[in-house]
């Protein structure tokens, strides 16, 4: 059984940073890709960023571009997302989210990640 755990949320001044960590068990994590994802209250989850499984491409959603970095460290089973110069509008929980289709593309929509941590909560006041 695959398990996310994620941390690394609060509560962060506008133009402040945060680390989010999402440490993986139960399956041989260097082979999938992996994403975050975030949700706020009233709207769809949708994807900030992923990397693939052998972190040689990544994908940032325009609004995060510049702002947002995804790593992992394989031998860890651990991604990161480390997020700065956050602002109000980033406010949302933050889930991490693992593939199943070994070593393939970096899929974009929630639909294709089976595997999900249960969410940090990451709050930037004004």
């Known amino acids: 059984q695959v398990q996310l755990v994620e941390s690394g949320g609060g509560l962060v001044q506008a133009g402040g940073s945060l680390r989010l960590s999402c440490a993986a068990s139960?399956?041989?994590?260097?082979?999938?890709?992996m994403a975050w994802f975030r949700q706020a209250p009233g709207k769809e989850r949708q994807i900030v960023a992923g990397i693939r499984w052998s972190g040689s491409s990544t994908y940032y959603t325009d609004s995060v571009k510049g702002r947002f970095t995804i790593s992992r460290d394989n031998a860890k089973n651990t991604v990161y997302l480390q997020m700065n110069s956050l602002k109000p509008e980033d406010t949302a929980v933050y889930y991490c989210?693992?593939?199943?289709?070994?070593?393939?593309?970096?899929?974009?929509?929630?639909?294709?990640?089976?595997?999900w941590g249960q969410g940090t909560q990451v709050t930037v006041s004004s």
């Open positions: 989210a693992a593939d199943t289709v070994v070593q393939r593309g970096l899929p974009l929509t929630a639909a294709d990640y089976p595997y």
């Open positions: 139960g399956r041989i994590f260097s082979n999938y890709a």
